[in-house]
Antibody, heavy 117, light 113 residues
Framework: QVQLKESGPGLVQPSQTLSLTCTVS????????VHWVRQHSGKSLEWMGR???????SYNSAFTSRLSISRDTSKSQVFLKMNSLQTEDTGTYYC???????????WGQGVMVTVSS | DIVMTQSPSSLAVSAGETVTINCKSS????????????LAWYQQKPGQSPKLLIY???TRESGVPDRFIGSGSGTDFTLTISSVQAEDLANYYC?????????FGSGTKLEIK
């Protein structure tokens, strides 16, 4: 069955770089795009960017200068790297599969990230 | 960016009642090629990830109870939950995927009296 699972550090110091991994199973990264979405505690959802099935990427301009998304298809993994973290980057980070015309049909469990010294 | 305005921000109803959640986009989400509206609804229960309920404005995702109904076109959309159940306690979000950046509504918190 389709699964996505985020992993990464729960605590990051201000000004440091956040590195997250989304490991997928049950589908191929060369057939579906995978997105990263952030949620501040008790708040709405914020789209960060995506890895297209062809390997191309697109980003929310709110993050463009410090966000990078990459992948390793052999390991079925999509990576998020975001630098210059600030306390306002604290939140839960999700990866989600784009089911084509469906929107996000599968989501990971999310990983909570706290930015604090 | 397309702004998604969702209302109400919260509501409390008794089991068995019908609920209506509204979502308005700052520009049309209707795609002329496929003749579809690129609008989705998600349900997020406490402590869980969002779950897709409705896509293309009115198509129910597989396994979603038929009491969840999506409607609307262009810039105005509605999620109706008929005969609300206790298990429907959650936050509900609309999302446009017509254009990037993909954007979400601010959410509606549904409480059961």
């Amino acid at each position: 069955q389709v699964q996505l699972k985020e992993s990464g550090p729960g605590l990051v110091q201000p000004s440091q770089t956040l590195s997250l991994t989304c490991t997928v199973s049950g589908f191929s990264l060369t057939s579906y795009s995978v997105h990263w979405v952030r949620q501040h505690s008790g708040k709405s959802l914020e789209w960060m960017g995506r890895m297209w099935s062809d390997g191309d990427t697109s980003y929310n301009s709110a993050f463009t200068s410090r966000l990078s998304i990459s992948r390793d298809t052999s390991k079925s993994q999509v990576f998020l790297k975001m630098n210059s973290l600030q306390t306002e980057d604290t939140g839960t980070y999700y990866c989600a599969r784009n089911g084509g015309y469906k929107g996000f049909d599968y989501w990971g469990q999310g990983v909570m990230v706290t930015v604090s010294s | 960016d397309i702004v998604m305005t969702q209302s109400p921000s919260s509501l409390a109803v008794s089991a068995g009642e019908t609920v209506t959640i509204n979502c308005k986009s700052s520009q049309s989400l209707f795609g002329s090629v496929r003749q579809k509206n690129y609008l989705a609804w998600y349900q997020q229960k406490p402590g869980q990830s969002p779950k897709l309920l409705i896509y293309l404005a009115s198509t129910r995702e597989s396994g979603v109870p038929d009491r969840f109904i999506g409607s609307g076109s262009g810039t105005d959309f509605t999620l109706t939950i008929s005969s609300v159940q206790a298990e429907d306690l959650a936050n509900y979000y609309c999302q446009q995927y017509y254009d990037t950046p993909l954007t979400f509504g601010s959410g509606t918190k549904l409480e059961i009296k």
